[in-house]
């Protein structure tokens, strides 16, 4: 049975940072992408970042330059470091992989709230 199980959020004040982490177990072949998406009050589901098996990244436009994202294969973990959050970036963050099959597989989700 896959897992993903998400770490790190919380209630942070605006320009602060929280560095989530993503732990992944159990039977899902070789995992191609891993990634993070959060889904804020009143919004759909985005795409915040990805990384490759390469290490290549995308991210979404409104956290370039503030958010980093690596991945360390040994340990099929994936992490999300948030720097000058904002209000705005407040969301459920739920992390996911695709393994090379193309499947997805999702985590429940850890909430950040950005807030003085």
């Known amino acids: 049975q896959v897992r993903l199980e998400e770490s790190g959020g919380g209630l942070v004040q605006p320009g602060g940072s929280l560095r989530l982490s993503c732990q992944t177990s159990?039977?899902?072949?070789?995992?191609?992408?891993m990634g993070w998406h959060r889904q804020g009050p009143g919004n759909q589901r985005e795409l915040v970042a990805t990384?490759?098996?390469?290490?290549?990244?995308n991210y979404a436009d409104s956290v370039k330059g503030r958010f980093t994202i690596s991945r360390d294969n040994g340990k099929n973990t994936v992490y999300l470091q948030m720097d000058s959050l904002k209000p705005e970036d407040t969301a459920v963050y739920y992390c996911y992989i695709r393994n090379i099959l193309g499947r997805d597989y999702w985590g429940r989700g850890t909430q950040v709230t950005v807030s003085s």
């Open positions: 159990g039977s899902f072949f070789a995992i191609n992408a």
């Open positions: 990384i490759s098996s390469g290490g290549s990244t």
